[in-house]
């Protein structure tokens, strides 16, 4: 059963229970998706679709609790975290900051690079771990291991 799937027939139980909160964020999910497809050249979206899909509606969510948070609004944060959370229930699993550490070392060695190849090192090493990992991390990691 694809990602698509399982979130369709989730959204079916979350109706069947009642539960509000799981069925706006997957209705918000599956929205996003009939966009994706409707837009894109693609005519059905795959896993690795939707799971960028879903990594696009986390940082939206994140970003958003940052801006609640900073007006004040801790009630608006607090809705935004539970639907976050709902969230990463389907977003592929994230690697740790040593596991990309180990990547951007060996994408270093491998590439023999200096300060000046930070473009090169994070082109590498954003190929290895597409869609796993946060690119603000791996950018920090890739500065801190070059200087």
Request: no cysteine; charged share 40%.
């Amino acid at each position: 059963m694809s990602l698509r799937d399982d979130i369709l027939s989730d959204m079916k139980e979350a109706m069947k229970s009642k539960d509000e909160l799981r069925l706006r964020v997957l209705r918000s999910i599956k929205a996003a998706i009939g966009y994706f497809e409707v837009e894109g050249e693609k005519k059905i979206a795959t896993d690795e679709d939707v799971q960028k899909i879903i990594l696009k509606e986390i940082k939206k969510r994140q970003e958003s609790i940052d801006a609640y948070r900073h007006a004040g609004r801790e009630d608006l944060a607090k809705t935004e975290e539970e639907e976050l959370a709902i969230l990463q229930e389907y977003a592929p699993k994230m690697l740790s900051r040593e596991e990309i550490q180990e990547i951007v070392r060996e994408v270093i060695e491998q590439t023999n690079a200096t300060q000046k190849d930070f473009g090169k090192v994070m082109k590498e090493v954003m190929t290895h771990i597409k869609g796993t990992a946060d690119g603000k991390v791996v950018n920090e990691i890739v500065k801190e291991m070059l200087s």
